[in-house]
């Protein structure tokens, strides 16, 4: 059992967890061919399926307590709010750049269909796992900001795989996006009442957008960077909005094992 041997430190437990299961998530959404949510549904229902099945043998929760732990609770309406409104700013990047670079925009051919599933792999699956199960198990016995800090390498680690599929400098940008987001997304997340409903609605927003909308200019690398830095300036004064928010400041009790 999750006692026993070298997996009954904590902190093993957790980057074997993490590390893990986002094999399964990469692998299940390269083979299913889920590169725009194509798959989305199935491949984020493996992703929480293994992340509560993972909580419940190594970590000794009951599936409803681990269902709470990684998020999946009713979500506090301040947090869905803001979540919200920093989207609509974002989406609004889109006809101001094209008015503005006097590009074309498209979207990609049957993109309805691929947005339920945008939602469920990028939004739901991915903050189960790097909200959720990461930094909320970090959150415990720690400051936001220390958890925060700390839940940023692995977050960033497992994006340098973007290397292995986008040109250089789009990936350079997409690994310093996540860096700086993780902390957005955190905010959100605690906003939220520790829920992953406010930041799988972001993380949706920020990575779905440039899979249906395709924006045709001269020159073709810019609507990307130009999507990129806004994801990551736009959402900042989430971490002002968390900061004001004296109900967040405490730490939260309990060791990372949650023991």
Not at 85 to 112: E, I, T
Not at 180 to 201: D, H
Not at 232 to 237: F, S
């Amino acid at each position: 059992m999750a006692e026993r041997g070298v997996i009954a430190t904590p902190w093993l437990r957790l980057m074997l967890g993490l590390f893990s299961i986002f094999v399964l998530f990469h692998s299940s959404a390269a083979l299913l061919g889920s590169d725009r949510g194509q798959a989305g549904v199935i491949v984020g229902a493996i992703v929480v399926a293994s992340t509560l099945a993972f909580e419940k043998v190594f970590f000794g929760q009951p599936l409803a307590a681990a269902a709470r732990s990684l998020g999946l609770g009713r979500p506090r309406a301040s947090g869905l709010i803001a979540a919200t409104l920093v989207c609509l700013s974002l989406l609004l990047v889109v006809p101001l750049f094209v008015r503005a670079a006097g590009a074309s925009v498209a979207f990609f051919p049957g993109w309805p269909w691929l947005v339920p599933g945008l939602f469920v792999q990028a939004g739901i699956a991915e903050e189960v796992l790097f909200r959720g199960f990461l930094f909320g198990r970090l959150r415990r016995g720690r400051s936001f900001t220390r958890a925060a800090l700390v839940a940023t390498a692995p977050f960033v680690a497992v994006h340098l795989i973007v290397f292995l599929s986008m040109p250089w400098p789009i990936a350079l940008a997409a690994v310093l996006l996540s860096l700086v987001m993780s902390f957005p997304f955190a905010a959100l997340f605690e906003l939220g009442g520790g829920t992953i409903w406010g930041p799988a609605l972001l993380h949706f927003v920020a990575q779905g957008t440039v899979k249906v909308v395709i924006v045709s200019t001269e020159s073709g690398a810019l609507f990307p960077l130009v999507w990129m830095a806004a994801s990551a300036l736009l959402p900042l004064p989430l971490l002002w909005m968390r900061a004001r928010d004296a109900r967040l400041d405490v730490v939260v009790p309990g060791p990372l094992s949650g023991r």
